[in-house]
């Protein structure tokens, strides 16, 4: 079993820049590709950023190119989104997910995703 915990969250004004955390607990977390998604109130989850488990590609949605970045940190069991030039359309709890170990394949549906965290609220203000 993985288990998946976010931090970073919080509340920050437009423009402000906020770094997300996804703490993976397990000994093979070097093997699992891994994703960001969010879901805003009143809105589907929706796909944010995907990193594979060598950490070499990373592939993120059109719309956030330029101000989200994806990284991971095996050494620390950590995955990461770096976010900035936040907008008040960011607000959403933001959630990461393990993808099958070993496996490079670029992923953006949910369903492509075996373990997820439990959430990070982001808030932006105008």
């Known amino acids: 079993q993985v288990q998946l915990v976010e931090s970073g969250g919080g509340w920050v004004q437009a423009g402000g820049s906020l770094r997300l955390s996804c703490a993976v607990a397990?000994?093979?977390?070097?093997?699992?590709?891994m994703g960001w998604f969010r879901q805003a109130p009143g809105k589907e989850r929706e796909f944010v950023a995907f990193?594979?488990?060598?950490?070499?590609?990373?592939y993120g949605a059109d719309s956030l190119k330029g101000r989200f970045t994806i990284s991971r940190d095996d050494a620390r069991n950590t995955m990461f989104l770096q976010m900035n030039n936040l907008k008040p359309d960011d607000t959403a709890v933001y959630y990461c997910?393990?993808?099958?170990?070993?496996?490079?394949?670029?992923?953006?549906?949910?369903?492509?995703?075996?373990?997820w965290g439990q959430g990070t609220q982001v808030t932006v203000s105008s």
């Open positions: 997910a393990a993808g099958p170990p070993y496996s490079n394949m670029i992923r953006i549906r949910e369903s492509e995703y075996l373990y």
């Open positions: 397990g000994r093979t977390f070097s093997t699992y590709p």
């Open positions: 990193i594979t488990w060598s950490g070499g590609t990373t």
